[in-house]
């Protein structure tokens, strides 16, 4: 069984962090906050990238933006065995003395749902546009950094759940794009096609 507790460059790299944070309490408060409840601005980019694209008419841009959705929370089920299935402890369940910013969790540390939750979307937006895309995959890393920094996860905790974040959603946008796009498209010569575009129809590049 995959033991991430053997990396020890990992280990100490967390408690570099950790220490780093004792030294920077005027960090606390957003950090604390962003780690607890980023989750919001994830939500409000998938929205955001959804309007964007229907106001071009950009019915792929569309479909990514909604498959984004899906997409996330079946890489969050995916995590669930796996986290199970590795079962490693939480940091502050092995450094009893280290500093620790949010309430303790029962849940395993690897790999992170926060961070797979921020690599899903990621990915996912810089399909759907590219502008929104790279705001996503700003706020991402930094979710990744302030999962570490309050004591929440390891580094590779938080590197596993991006990974696996953009891979289910990246390929599943590879396995599903053509009809995703092909039902936006269709929407959009109907009756429902203010779902889709508030424009010209069909697919339109993205930007």
Known sequence: MFDPSTFADDRSAFLSINEWARDTPWLHGFLRFYANDGVVLFGLLIVAA???ARRRGDTRGVAAAVW?????????????????????RR???VYHDMLLLVHRSTDPSFASDHAT???AIAIGLLISSRVVGY??????????FA?????AHYPVDVVAGLLLGGLVVGLGWLALRRPLTSLADRVATTRLRVAVTSGATGSQPQT
């Open 50 to 52: 959804y309007l964007v």
């Open 135 to 144: 705001v996503t995959v700003v706020a991402a890393l930094l979710m990744a």
């Open 147 to 151: 999962r570490v920094y309050v004591g």
């Open 117 to 119: 939750m921020a690599g």
């Open 91 to 93: 940091p502050y369940a």
């Open 68 to 88: 984004t959705g899906v997409g996330t929370l079946l890489a969050v089920a995916i995590n669930q065995p796996i986290a199970s299935g590795v079962g490693e």
